[in-house]
């Protein structure tokens, strides 16, 4: 089956810029998505067909795509941005498929 | 501003059926923009997709699940549902439902989720 692979964690200090990748063979021909979760809420979507941000979300979040991989840039962390990030996208079959989340810490 | 709410029992023992509604406000689940779904989230685990359902009913499963998910969609009601049949401990979760716009778009609206605990 289809997977895409993000690390486990990331960290950085308030400020800095933190990025997540997000790697997956049918990338290049298939939108990645992008949530943030807090505990004990609901995901929320941050990006949106690779690039796109939703109203309401920061500037400082932003994503990327190159070949199988995508990213996730937050730039000026903020200790609020401490979360678990997930991405999102489908195979050719138009199966919904998510990362298994990176944990980023704010040190 | 578009609201799912998510309903259903806690506690479901084993080789049951869990049931759970999705009541959308603040929008129709008619409209033809968007398919409705379910995810879940096992304890300190990450997302797995469950399925989705269109207004008209079209419904698209996970292969890995598909044997064992019926959703179904009460237009009347503005409500859509999952059943997941012969449940195990491996099904116990935080289900949540959430909107989709489009067939291969991302989740713009989601429930705040439910926990399901399969126990005897």
Redesign the interface.
Known sequence: ?YELTQPPSVSVSPGQTARITCSGDALPK??A?W?QQKPG?????VI??DSER?SGIPERFSGSSSGTTVTLTISGVQAEDEADY?C?S?DSS????????TKLTVL | QVQLQESGPGLVKPSQTLSLTCTVSGGSISSGDYYW?WIRQPPGK????IG?IYYSGST?Y???LKSRVTISVDTSKNQFSLKLSSVTAADTAVY?CARRLG??????Y????TLVTVSS
């Open positions: 089956s298939q939108y998505y949530y809420q609901a995901p929320v979507l949106y067909k939703p997930y999102q489908a138009g199966t919904v498929v998510f990362g298994g989340g | 779904s990450g997302l797995e997709w989705y698209y996970n292969p890995s949540y067939a291969a778009a991302g989740f713009d989601w429930g705040q989720g």
